[in-house]
């Protein structure tokens, strides 16, 4: 059963400072890992999406890295601004099946 | 807009009481799923359809229905709830079977059951 786990669970930094954001699964034959955003009471919103084969994916400040055989995805924001202020959570894929790790709170302080 | 729909947004019922919850997407999308999320738990699937007719068991599919009658539409039916399926609840849908296009969420549905 894929396993996916997200550190650390919660980040507060000030504004303007780079985020790193991490996540591990425990399947490595996954079809792809998405980062999304959530906001209280809100829905998930698509940040990223990186096949399998690739490398890296990127879009405006945010980067995401994955590493298969490792199992691990990094998830970077540039220069954070208070409205980065959300969960992020990371899923990825096996047969059709998704599992998503627990997130991470980010808090940026203006 | 492109977009998922589900209703109701918040939801307050007894136990036993058979529900469900609707959820429609505009973008004639192949792949449609069913999440809950708990608090320390996280997201957890509870069904997906790879189209229409076609649907299986995700991770916690236990007390829970679905159908897939039509391509745009994928109710979620609780036919008899019990507490311990209080919960917030997610739709979402994808262009074929996810595996190369991004998931588009709903805005979730809340429900107490009491």
């Known amino acids: 059963k894929q396993e996916v786990t997200q550190i650390p669970a919660a980040l507060s930094v000030p504004e303007g400072e780079n985020l790193v954001l991490n996540c591990s699964f425990t399947?490595?034959?996954?079809?792809?890992l998405q980062w999304f955003r959530q906001d209280p009471g809100k829905g998930l919103t698509s940040l990223l999406l990186?096949?399998?084969?690739?490398r890296e994916q990127t879009s405006g400040r945010l980067n995401a890295s994955l590493d298969k055989s490792s199992g691990r995805s990094t998830l970077y924001i540039a220069a954070s601004q208070p409205g980065d202020s959300a969960t992020y959570l990371c899923?990825?894929?096996?047969?059709?099946?998704?599992?998503f790790g627990a997130g991470t709170t980010v808090t940026v302080r203006a | 807009e492109a977009q998922v729909t589900q209703n109701p947004r918040y939801l307050i019922t007894v136990t036993g009481k058979k529900l469900t919850v609707t959820c429609s997407q505009n973008?004639?999308?192949?792949?449609m799923s069913w999440y809950r999320q708990d608090p320390g738990l996280g997201l957890r699937q509870i069904y997906y359809?790879?189209?229409?007719?076609?649907?299986d068991k995700g991770d916690v599919p236990e007390g829970y229905k679905v159908s897939r009658k039509e391509k745009r539409n994928f109710p979620l039916i609780l036919e008899s709830p019990s507490p311990n399926q209080t919960s917030l609840y997610f739709c979402?849908?994808?262009?074929?079977?996810?595996?190369?296009?991004?998931?588009?969420f709903g805005n979730g549905t809340r429900l107490t059951v009491t």
């Open positions: 979402a849908s994808s262009l074929d079977d996810s595996s190369y296009s991004p998931l588009h």
């Open positions: 399947d490595s034959a996954i079809y792809n």
């Open positions: 990186i096949q399998s084969s690739q």
């Open positions: 899923a990825v894929i096996n047969d059709y099946k998704l599992s």
């Open positions: 973008m004639n999308h192949e792949y």
């Open positions: 359809s790879m189209n229409v007719e076609v649907t």
